[in-house]
């Protein structure tokens, strides 16, 4: 229902960008997401984009650096991330929020659909 890809291993300063696409016929998304988790850490918010109006959410330390965009024709969701860091280094995870809610979902428990996770590596 979700298939994420677009990982690699890159050096510091490049870019990448990740796609995810989604079914339209599986489920109507409210919201898409993209989370990133390492060995270390929780899965973590990254950007969340939502259906109406196409407002879009970041994580405070990323805003600048990454662009999440979606393209309706092709039911796919894009993550661009330029001037990528070590620190970025984590498996990327695109997901679906089809609940109705009155505030954006910030929270990887909020989600209900998700993509299988892509690499991305970045050396310094």
């Known amino acids: 229902q979700l298939q994420a890809s677009g990982g690699g291993l890159v050096q510091a300063g490049d870019s990448l960008r990740l796609s995810c696409v989604y079914s339209?016929?599986?489920?109507?998304?409210?919201?898409m997401g993209w989370f990133r988790q390492t060995s270390e850490k929780e899965r973590e918010f990254v950007a969340a984009?939502?259906?109406?109006?196409?407002?879009?959410y970041y994580e405070d330390s990323l805003k600048g650096r990454f662009t999440i965009s979606r393209d309706n024709a092709k039911n796919t969701v894009y993550l661009q991330m330029n001037s990528l860091k070590p620190e970025d280094t984590a498996v990327y995870y695109c997901?679906?929020?089809?609940?109705?809610?009155?505030?954006?979902?910030?929270?990887?428990?909020?989600?209900?659909?998700w993509g299988q996770g892509t690499q991305v590596t970045v050396s310094s």
């Open positions: 339209k016929q599986s489920f109507r998304y409210n919201r």
């Open positions: 997901a679906a929020d089809v609940q109705s809610r009155q505030r954006p979902a910030f929270t990887a428990s909020e989600y209900d659909y």
């Open positions: 984009l939502s259906r109406i109006g196409g407002t879009t």
